[in-house]
């Protein structure tokens, strides 16, 4: 597994409160067994984007977007099941 992710303030656009960032999650082939079968679970990327823009030194509000190509794979930990598909995902944060 490996990911990464990088940030920019677009200050150097006359755009100092909007951030942008991007980002890429690696999963690795793993493998299931069983008492009869080992089943191969393939590797696969996922690559992530936010946009997030500062209000005040209070308040801000963000847009991520996980799964951008809409990959579909399958995600095992002790039991297995399909990944989340792609998604937006809005919030309003309050810092004090």
Do not use: H
């Not at 200050?11 to 080992?38: F, M, W």
């Not at 393939?42 to 996980?66: G, R």
């Not at 951008?68 to 809005?90: A, H, P, Q, W």
């Amino acid at each position: 597994m490996a990911s990464i992710w990088t940030d920019y303030r677009l200050a150097a656009l006359g755009l100092p409160k909007v951030v942008i960032g991007g980002g890429a999650r690696y999963i690795g082939t793993s493998y299931i067994s069983s008492s009869d079968t080992n089943q191969k679970v393939d590797d696969y990327p996922l690559y992530d984007l936010k946009i997030s823009y500062e209000v005040d030194k209070n308040w801000s509000m963000a847009m991520k977007a996980q799964n951008l190509t809409n990959e579909k794979y399958l995600f095992c930990n002790s039991t297995c099941r399909y990944g989340d598909e792609r998604m937006v995902i809005g919030s309003v944060n309050y810092q004090w």
